[in-house]
């Protein structure tokens, strides 16, 4: 089955104590992205990767990495985690190819940072 | 700042009848608009995506898109409960690449049985 796989789903941590959210898609997608959703704001865009080793922040990147060693694998990582980073979280991938192409969102983590 | 609005909602119909959701952008240069339905606690899912003027139908859903006036609508015919939901526009964001969206914030519709 096609799909984007996010864990952990759930995660309750404490300020400062470095976390990774992981991604992963069996699509061999060359597209993937990191969004946060926050109520009345929306889906914001984190970091998105075009390909391998091809990262580009996106509109809200402070305090936030990511890497792409691998084609299928995009993790977000918080060195450093805030409260204001308190969110509901999508991983996202798309063939690239071709401006239609719909982007697949994982099932969402939501962090809780106290 | 390029923005993608919405209209909070929430929208209220009754079953059956037709549901109008828009959505209003401010990138004259940005080429395709999607459309993704969004449960809630679930991830969203892509209903539609358009990029001519004029509309386009899927089944009980149409997407029209007008962009001389940076609006983009999706109408629901026949709606049903199951239609209850947020229903998020995205706009690709150009030059950046095809592949980046810019979400509005959603709007929220509500089908009363």
């Known amino acids: 089955e096609a799909q984007v796989t996010q864990n952990p789903r759930y995660l309750i941590t404490v300020t400062g104590k470095k976390l990774t959210v992981t991604c992963s898609q069996n699509?061999?997608?060359?597209?993937m992205s990191w969004y946060r959703q926050d109520p009345g704001l929306g889906l914001r865009q984190i970091y998105y990767?075009?390909?391998?080793?091809?990262?580009d922040k996106g509109d809200v990147p402070e305090g936030y990495k990511v890497s792409r060693k691998e084609k299928r694998n995009f993790p977000l990582i918080l060195e450093s985690p805030s409260p204001n980073q308190t969110s509901l979280y999508f991983c996202?991938?798309?063939?690239?190819?071709?401006?239609?192409?719909?982007?697949?969102f994982g099932d969402g983590t939501r962090l809780s940072i106290l | 700042q390029k923005e993608v609005e919405q209209n909070s909602g929430p929208l209220s119909v009754p079953e059956g009848a037709i549901a109008s959701l828009n959505c209003t952008y401010s990138?004259?240069?940005?080429?395709?608009f999607f459309w993704y339905r969004q449960y809630s606690g679930k991830s969203p899912e892509l209903i539609m995506f358009i990029y001519s003027n004029g509309d386009k139908e899927d089944g009980r859903f149409t997407a029209q898109l007008n962009k001389a006036s940076q609006y983009v609508s999706l109408l629901i015919r026949d709606s049903q409960p199951s239609d209850s939901a947020t229903y998020l526009c995205a706009v690709t964001s150009p030059p950046d690449s095809s592949y980046k969206l810019i979400f509005g914030s959603g709007t929220r519709l509500l089908v009363r049985p």
């Open positions: 699509m061999n997608h060359e597209y």
């Open positions: 990138d004259r240069g940005s080429q395709s």
């Open positions: 996202a991938s798309s063939s690239g190819r071709g401006r239609n192409q719909p982007q697949h």
């Open positions: 990767s075009m390909n391998v080793e091809v990262t």
